[in-house]
Each structure stands twice: as structure tokens, then as C-alpha cells.
């Protein structure tokens, strides 16, 4: 069965850190880009961070660049996300997902079930 | 980055209605554009991928249409498992953005 799961999430306070994991099974991880999602509580979705295959290519919304940092391990078939200096819009569940490519783009086709970060004083 | 909206923000149907909703991207994307599916608690599900084509295991009640900016999604009779909550999403610009999402609930 191909499936994503997540651990690390936890309440943090303001400036804190955390590292997401999400472990991998059920397809060749090292065949597909990978990202991290984001949803506060009662909001919508937001992309938060992509990276390539091998980890040499990184991306990231605006409002996290320079705090979060998205790595791969491809031998343990497993992605990260270290997130620094967290504020309290940083609260969310956070979706680890599978880029496909489908037909003329990526689609997140496979999601896992997210992990809570609150950040709270 | 590109901008994506989404109407109406939310909707009341019955069961067996014609459901139909609007994604607009704030420039062209081409058809490079998704469709989702999020029920409360739940991680959102796949629906319809390169704005038209429908994901594997996806009922053949649920479409998508549309090119360039505009793009719809429809739901061509509404069933009880359907209500929840509908998200567009451009891969056109690999710094992908959602729509604000569309909440379809019971009339």
C-alpha cells in the first residue's frame, strides 16, 4: 500500500524549532519529488515547500524562506522539514504529499494523514 | 506568484443537484491545473488532474473544464459522500497555489 506518515509535530513556543518527518512505503521514494503542505485550523491549503528528486533543488512560499528547510533522505525513504524560529502563524496541520507528474503538470496525488504544530507562549 | 480564486465560497445543494464551481488563476496556466477534495478531518483527495482528466478511482460524476484562466469544476449529481469541501490548485509555476477553497454542504 503506498503511504505517507508524519511525526514530530507538538506544541512549540514562539522562536522555537521542530523536524517533521514523513516516512515513506509502498513506492520507489527516490523516484518522485515530494512536498510539504500546510492548513491552520478552519483555513485553506498552502504549499509550503518542494524538492526534487535528489534534494539538489529546494522551493518555498514567501513566508517561510529562511526559517524552513525541506531535506531527503532517499536510502530511508523519508522527508523532512526543519522549521526555526516558529510564530504563531506557523500553526497548522502539516501534509506531507507526493508530486506526480500527470499529463501538462504536477498533481499531490498522494497525501498523508498531517501532523499538528502549534505555536503557543 | 500566481493567484488563484475560487466562487462561490460556499454553496447549499441537494442530493442529485448539477454542482458547478469557478477557479480563476491571475494569469494563463495553460490546463495545468488540479481539483481536490477535502472532507473535516480528512487530508484532501485528488479529483481531477491537468484541469480535465479525471484520477483513477474517481467517480465519472465529477468532471473538470477549462484553459488559460478560467476553469470549472462540476459535479454532475451531487451524492451524499460529495459534501465537503473543493480546492483548485496551479502547477504552472512550481511555487503551487491553492484556491481558497469551496464548501459545498446540504440544502
Known amino acids: 500500500e503506498v503511504q505517507l506518515v508524519e511525526s514530530g509535530g507538538g506544541l512549540v513556543q514562539p522562536g522555537g524549532s521542530l523536524r517533521l518527518s514523513c516516512a515513506a512505503s509502498?513506492?520507489?521514494?527516490?523516484?518522485?519529488?515530494m512536498s510539504w503542505v500546510r492548513q491552520a485550523p478552519g483555513k485553506g491549503l498552502e504549499w509550503v515547500a518542494n524538492?526534487?528528486?535528489?534534494?539538489?533543488?529546494?522551493y518555498y512560499v514567501d513566508s517561510v524562506k529562511g526559517r524552513f528547510s525541506i531535506s531527503r533522505d532517499n536510502a530511508k525513504k523519508s522527508l523532512y522539514l526543519q522549521i526555526n524560529s516558529l510564530r504563531v502563524e506557523d500553526t497548522a496541520v502539516y501534509y506531507c504529499?507526493?508530486?506526480?507528474?500527470?499529463?501538462?503538470?504536477?498533481?499531490?496525488?498522494?497525501w498523508g494523514q498531517g501532523t499538528m504544530v502549534t505555536v503557543s507562549s | 506568484d500566481i493567484q488563484m480564486t475560487q466562487s462561490p465560497s460556499s454553496l447549499s445543494a441537494s442530493v442529485g443537484d448539477r454542482v458547478t464551481i469557478t477557479c480563476r488563476a491571475s494569469q494563463s496556466i495553460s490546463n495545468s491545473l488540479n481539483w481536490y477534495q477535502q472532507k473535516p478531518g480528512k487530508a484532501p483527495k485528488l479529483l481531477i488532474y491537468?484541469?480535465?482528466s479525471l484520477q483513477s478511482g474517481v467517480p465519472s460524476r465529477f468532471s473538470g473544464s477549462g484553459s488559460g484562466t478560467d476553469f470549472t469544476l462540476t459535479i454532475s449529481s451531487l451524492q451524499p459522500e460529495d459534501f465537503a469541501t473543493y480546492y483548485c490548485q496551479q502547477s504552472y509555476n512550481i511555487r503551487f497555489t491553492f484556491g481558497p477553497g469551496t464548501e459545498v454542504d446540504i440544502k
Open positions: 491537468a484541469a480535465s
Open positions: 504529499v507526493r508530486m506526480r507528474w500527470l499529463r501538462s503538470g504536477d498533481a499531490f496525488d498522494i
Open positions: 509502498g513506492f520507489t521514494f527516490s523516484n518522485y519529488w
Open positions: 524538492i526534487n528528486r535528489d534534494g539538489s533543488e529546494t
